[in-house]
Structures are given as structure tokens and as C-alpha cells.
């Protein structure tokens, strides 16, 4: 089972982290990269992306706002929100779009939970 997943960050150095986390807990899958919510939606138009990681803080639309972009056409994607911005607020409007969230710094520990869920839900899926 192919997976590819999409990090979006608008820091380079947030994606290389990120990258080298979901390297290490998921070495199988395919990792595509986009520095905006723009980039994004054109990925994701143009291939098929199963799992998507995103930043919350971004100029243009937020990684909230990408989420629920994302849902309009892939209602069951697995979807993290990773940010530093650790409030109640944030937190409640990712579940609002049916996202998990994942504080900063990104992590193993952080992210394997979320991962190993997003596995699970394809392989049943599929």
C-alpha cells in the first residue's frame, strides 16, 4: 500500500523536521512538501494524497482554513494540525474540522499516535 502524505508548513525548516519525523515512524511512505495553502490545493488536485500534515500558522489562509478546504473533497483524510499555539481555541476549531492536533516542536512521540491512526484508517479503508 502506497501512501503519500503532504506536509505544509511555510517554514523549510518545520518541513525538514517534519519530514525526518514521519521518515522515521512511516519510512514507507511518500512524503510531497508545499510551503502555502495554495501550493497545497494545486498538490492535491494534481496526485493523490491520503494523509495531510499541516501548519496552523501560515500567511494566506491558516491551516485551519486548509483543513476545511481539504474535507470539502476528502471528508475522511487523515488530517494533523501542528502548531505551537497551544489554546483551547485552536484545539476546539481542529476537532470542529475532524483534525488531531499536534503541538510544536513536532516530535516521534508526537506524531505516532496520530500516524499510526492515519495507517489504520487507510488499510481499513482500503
Do not use: Y
Not at 498538490?43 to 476545511?68: K, S, T
Not at 492536533?101 to 489504520?120: H, I, N, Q, R, W
Request: charged share 25%; net charge negative; proline share 3%.
Amino acid at each position: 500500500m502506497t501512501v503519500t502524505i503532504l506536509v505544509v508548513d511555510d517554514s523549510k525548516l518545520a518541513r525538514i523536521v517534519a519530514g525526518k519525523t514521519i521518515a522515521a515512524l512511516q519510512p514507507d511512505w511518500t512524503r510531497v512538501e508545499a510551503s502555502n495553502a495554495d501550493e497545497a490545493l494545486e498538490l492535491v488536485r494534481e496526485r493523490q494524497i491520503d494523509v495531510a500534515v499541516l501548519d496552523f500558522n501560515m500567511p494566506g489562509r491558516d491551516g485551519l482554513e486548509l483543513a476545511a478546504e481539504l474535507r470539502k473533497s476528502h471528508a475522511d483524510m487523515p488530517i494533523a494540525i501542528i502548531t505551537a499555539n497551544i489554546q483551547d481555541e485552536v484545539i476546539s476549531r481542529a476537532r470542529d474540522v475532524n483534525a488531531t492536533f499536534v503541538s510544536k516542536p513536532v516530535t516521534e512521540d508526537g506524531m505516532s499516535g496520530f500516524l499510526a491512526g492515519a495507517a489504520l484508517r487507510l488499510k481499513q479503508a482500503r
